[in-house]
C-alpha cells in the first residue's frame, strides 16, 4: 500500500500550463505505480493549459467549480463530478472560465515501454 496525504503530496509542473498548481497523489515521485499515475490540478481563475495532445489517453474528473474542456473538435463545460476522457493523440486546452477556483483529478497512463 502507498499513501499520500494530500497535504504532502508533491508538486509537479508541466510545461504548457498556466495559472495551475499541480500536484501528484500516485506514481513518480508520489511513490511506485506500475500503469498509472493520478494528479490533481488547482485551476486559479483564467488559469489554462495550451491545446496540446499526449500519446496516452487522460481521464479528468471535476471535484470542484467548473471547467473547460476543449479538442479541436467540441468544447464542453463541466461542473463537479463530471468527467471526460480524451483519447490518445487528442489535442485538449483545459481552461477555468470562472471567478473561482477549480479542482480537477487527472488519471493517465504511462507512456508505452
Keep these: 500500500m502507498n499513501i499520500t496525504r494530500f497535504a504532502q503530496a508533491p508538486a509537479y509542473f508541466p510545461a ?6 499541480c ?4 506514481g513518480h515521485e508520489a511513490g511506485p505505480a506500475a500503469s498509472l499515475w493520478l494528479g490533481v490540478s488547482v485551476l486559479l481563475p ?3 493549459t495550451a491545446l ?14 467548473e471547467v473547460c474542456i476543449r479538442t479541436t473538435e467540441q468544447t464542453a463545460l463541466l ?18 472560465p470562472g ?3 477549480a479542482m480537477l483529478l487527472l488519471a493517465m497512463p504511462f507512456p508505452p515501454g
Design 79 to 96: 461542473g463537479q463530478f463530471d468527467s471526460v476522457r480524451l483519447a490518445p493523440g487528442e489535442s485538449r486546452q483545459v481552461s477555468n
Design 16 to 21: 504548457n500550463h498556466e495559472g495551475m498548481h
Design 99 to 101: 471567478n473561482r477556483a
Design 46 to 48: 483564467g488559469g489554462h
Design 52 to 65: 496540446d495532445a499526449s500519446a496516452v489517453e487522460k481521464h479528468y474528473v471535476v471535484l470542484e467549480g
Design 23 to 26: 500536484l501528484r497523489l500516485q
